[in-house]
């Protein structure tokens, strides 16, 4: 399993970085770049034909402001892109998703929330594991023990009031 996780800038790592230890927990190789699709554009495509043909799966970028970088990253490839709009501005992020969610029609990026990377990550396994049945059962084993996990903080809250 292959993933690819590109951020626009290195002030951005904080909020890859979970992402990343994720998609590792999993098994899955993640390759990481920091190309911005503005100041690094040239790099950013030489890195896209790369990811294009040695397996990766799927590509989560992360971008904040104008996040130009999920949108450009999906005009170069049809592998799933994930973005992850990212606080950092005046608008606390809501100017990147608004960016990358308003992709025209045909080259469609998934967004999750502002500063979502663990969700990109998620659903990135999600993605892998459509044709991964051993991954499949590993995720469904661990929304069960989320499941636990919240009935037994239930539990406790119930009993603490009761």
Same mark, same amino acid.
């Given at each position: 399993?292959?993933?690819?996780?590109?951020?626009?800038?290195?002030?951005?790592?904080?909020?890859?970085?979970?992402?990343?230890?994720?998609?590792?927990?999993?098994?899955?190789? #993640?390759?990481?770049?920091?190309?911005?699709?503005?100041?690094?554009?040239?790099?950013?495509?030489? @890195?896209?034909?790369?990811?294009?043909?040695d397996g990766?799966?799927?590509?989560?970028?992360?971008?904040?402001?104008?996040?130009? /970088? =999920?949108?450009?990253?999906?005009?170069?490839? #049809?592998?799933? #892109?994930?973005? #992850? =709009? /990212?606080?950092? !501005?005046?608008?606390?992020?809501?100017?990147?998703? /608004?960016?990358?969610?308003?992709? =025209?029609?045909?080259?469609?990026?998934?967004?999750?929330?502002?500063?979502?990377? +663990?969700?990109?990550?998620? /659903?990135?396994?999600?993605?892998?594991?459509?044709?991964?049945?051993?991954?499949?059962?590993?995720?469904?084993?661990d929304r069960?023990?989320?499941?636990?996990?919240?009935?037994?903080?239930?539990?406790?809250?119930?009993? +603490? @009031? !009761?």
């Amino acid at each position: 399993m292959k993933a690819a996780v590109i951020m626009g800038s290195t002030s951005d790592l904080a909020k890859v970085e979970p992402a990343v230890e994720i998609l590792k927990q999993y098994g899955v190789e #993640v390759k990481v770049r920091c190309l911005s699709a503005h100041r690094a554009h040239a790099a950013l495509s030489e @890195f896209m034909d790369e990811v294009n043909n040695d397996g990766t799966e799927v590509v989560i970028a992360a971008a904040g402001m104008a996040a130009a /970088l =999920p949108g450009v990253v999906a005009s170069q490839t #049809v592998l799933p #892109v994930i973005g #992850v =709009p /990212l606080s950092g !501005s005046n608008l606390e992020g809501m100017d990147a998703l /608004l960016s990358i969610v308003q992709m =025209p029609p045909g080259i469609p990026v998934a967004t999750v929330a502002i500063n979502g990377g +663990k969700n990109a990550a998620h /659903l990135a396994l999600q993605i892998m594991a459509v044709a991964n049945p051993e991954l499949r059962e590993r995720l469904k084993a661990d929304r069960k023990a989320m499941e636990e996990a919240a009935e037994k903080a239930n539990a406790e809250v119930i009993a +603490k @009031f !009761s």
